[in-house]
């Protein structure tokens, strides 16, 4: 429910223990390795990096990518929506006695696939060169034979919609030692066989060009066009035949995907290694490496240290150190469902707040306010649920968002009555039409609309003030109170001052007390760092951004009311128009298409705009983001589940 702290870790070791070390530390999982700093020169006279291979590993990584890549493409493997990630136990996993062998059959895969581009390239040209030659069949003459003694033969196109019997009434009414043959028309083009004298081929060239005449279509092929669509036919079998030979060489390795994702987590994981092992600096007779470990795993830490000659400093960073310290935040079964939203933004600074614990009871509550229906809850519920046991993902934060929000969603949905909208009003109704039934509700969408947007106006602000308050905590935490003050207190001491106002509460001679003592705060808070003319410009900046920033903030929490109608409604058109039929199958099918495609849409829908309220209207309010992700150095199981004992 917090940041979690971090301990900085300074370690000196021996040169010869460091590569035993940095496997055991990755086993542990827990330290996240800094880059040496750059601005510092003494380091740099005494010792050098630790030399790596890492671009052999990124090499073997991406050799295994794109052979998986092409198995999936030329042998895929029948596998559900809900398969998990096989599981290994964490000593298989190490074990890379078959990394060579699978390695080698990556790079067969690549090569063969290969060829295979390079056959589907050559079947492409010979296809075109084939369609080209189609319009010229009726030409039986060598297509490189563009010349007698004395006559000229020329093979050109004209567009389409010339009209031939014109062109060649003129052609041979001016030319009278010129003949012109039509050998193929189709809508885009026609093309012509010219034979001429040659004394009278410029002259008829001439002509023929007012018509868009040109030439070179078959420049550069020889013999005729039978000849090359029979060489062109023979060349397609024999690229097919080598084409199907390479498929069904693929296609006979498909089995081994399983094995090259497994092998894939171990270059992975070997990449994390070298690529942390060049963070480390030496002397080639010890290393000395920085890093960050959680402050509740330093047990384990110090435990593995032990073990080895070493001299190692655990500390808590310094004032300087905190922009560089990783962040990592630490959540309950219910706060961490938030830790998708909050990395879509940007982690929290080290020294700044987690907004999780307090986002998460607004975020799944507007969630379900906009989706609103006990149906489409059911189906968060249950899928969230069957995707979390079945699948087993290796971060299940959205999906557990899902299951929340489909709770909430139920909630509201009972709330209001809906289930797929009015299916079941709808449903009796078609079965029995003097039937009244319908499901009980506290309010509706439709009929209650004005009271939705209060509420929805009144959420927002307790939203606002929430994240105004968490503001005012972690500044006097901090020690600056003042602008707490300032900033947050003086606006709730004009709000009181409004509504206190208007309920004609605390006025002394008509002069409303407390709306008057928060205006004089704004006027002093606004202006007390500010010069001359700059205060004027302060106050006046800060009334205008206050009221407008309170006005349009709220404002913008009417869209939950705006989504919770949406949906009703779209849910309530598809029921109606399936009840038209008055049969209850169709009336089944097609409500049930509406509602999975109202489904869909609302859960794109409530998610983005959600998001939207937390980043721009709560956010703003006390986040300070910019923290850099906690990585530590650990095995990396992307495809894989890793157990601790054998299954």
Not at 2 to 11: D, S
Not at 64 to 87: H, I, S
Request: charged share 20%; glycine share 8%; with cysteine.
């Amino acid at each position: 429910m917090a940041i979690v702290k971090m301990k900085r870790l300074r370690l000196i070791a021996l040169e010869s223990d460091h590569s035993v070390l940095l496997r055991q530390l990755q086993e542990l999982g827990c330290l996240h390795l800094s880059e040496p700093p750059s601005d510092e020169a003494d380091w740099q006279e005494l010792l050098h990096r630790q030399p790596s291979d890492t671009a052999q590993r990124q090499s073997q990584l991406r050799q295994l990518q794109a052979a998986l890549e092409v198995l999936k493409r030329e042998a895929p493997q029948k596998t559900g929506l809900l398969t998990p990630r096989p599981t290994v136990s964490k000593r298989d996993f190490l074990d890379d006695s078959q990394l060579a062998a699978d390695l080698a059959v990556a790079g067969d895969i690549n090569a063969h696939a290969a060829e295979l581009n390079r056959l589907g390239t050559q079947e492409t040209r010979l296809l075109n060169e084939q369609a080209s030659l189609v319009p010229w069949q009726a030409l039986d003459v060598p297509m490189d034979l563009t010349r007698t003694r004395s006559v000229d033969i020329i093979t050109g196109t004209v567009p389409g919609p010339v009209d031939f019997d014109r062109m060649y009434g003129e052609l041979t009414g001016q030319i009278e030692q010129a003949e012109l043959f039509c050998l193929s028309r189709s809508s885009e083009q026609q093309c012509l066989l010219l034979i001429c004298h040659r004394d009278s081929t410029g002259a008829a060239l001439e002509l023929l060009r007012g018509f868009g005449f040109t030439t070179g279509q078959l420049k550069g092929w020889h013999g005729t066009v039978q000849e090359n669509a029979e060489r062109i036919s023979a060349e397609l079998e024999r690229v097919r035949r080598s084409a199907a030979v390479e498929r069904e060489f693929l296609v006979n390795l498909g089995g081994r995907q399983d094995a090259l994702r497994l092998t894939a987590d171990r270059v992975a994981t070997e990449l994390d290694r070298e690529i942390n092992c060049h963070r480390l600096l030496t002397d080639e007779q010890i290393i000395c490496l920085q890093g960050w470990v959680p402050a509740e795993d330093t047990d384990r830490l110090t435990a593995l240290l032990d073990k080895f000659d070493c001299a190692w400093e655990l500390a808590d960073p310094t004032e300087e150190e905190i922009p560089d310290v990783p962040v990592k935040l630490k959540g309950n079964f219910f706060t961490r469902s938030m830790n998708c939203i909050t990395e879509q933004y940007s982690l929290p600074a080290y020294d700044g707040i987690d907004p999780n614990p307090v986002m998460a009871p607004f975020f799944i509550f507007f969630f379900g306010m906009m989706m609103a229906d006990m149906a489409y809850g059911i189906l968060m519920i249950v899928g969230s649920m069957l995707f979390l046991k079945k699948k087993r993902p290796a971060d299940p934060s959205f999906m557990e968002m899902i299951f929340w929000c489909g709770i909430s969603t139920f909630i509201f949905g009972a709330l209001t009555g809906g289930f797929f909208g009015d299916f079941i009003p709808q449903l009796c109704r078609i079965i029995d039409p003097s039937s009244t039934f319908e499901l009980p509700a506290l309010f509706t969408p439709l009929n209650d609309t004005m009271t939705i947007m209060i509420g929805s106006l009144v959420l927002g602000l307790i939203q606002i003030f929430t994240g105004m308050a968490v503001s005012t905590v972690k500044k006097t935490k901090d020690g600056h109170f003042p602008d707490a003050l300032w900033d947050e207190i003086t606006w709730w001491v004009i709000l009181a001052g409004l509504a206190l106002m208007i309920l004609k509460i605390g006025t002394v001679g008509g002069v409303p007390v407390v709306l008057v003592i928060g205006g004089l705060m704004l006027v002093y808070g606004s202006t007390r760092n500010a010069r001359g003319f700059g205060k004027v410009t302060a106050l006046i900046s800060a009334v205008y951004n206050g009221v407008t920033g309170f006005f349009s903030d709220t404002l913008s929490y009417v869209r939950l009311m705006a989504l919770m109608l949406s949906g009703s409604v779209i849910a309530q058109v598809f029921n109606t128009l399936g009840s038209t039929f008055g049969n209850v199958i169709l009336f089944v099918i097609i409500s049930m298409i509406g509602n999975a495609l109202n489904l869909a849409l609302n859960l794109l829908g409530c998610y983005v705009h959600d998001m939207r309220l937390q980043f721009l209207e709560f956010f703003n309010r006390f986040y300070k983001d910019g923290g850099k992700a906690y990585q530590p150095l650990s095995l990396q199981s992307k495809n894989v589940e890793i157990i601790k004992e054998d299954k």
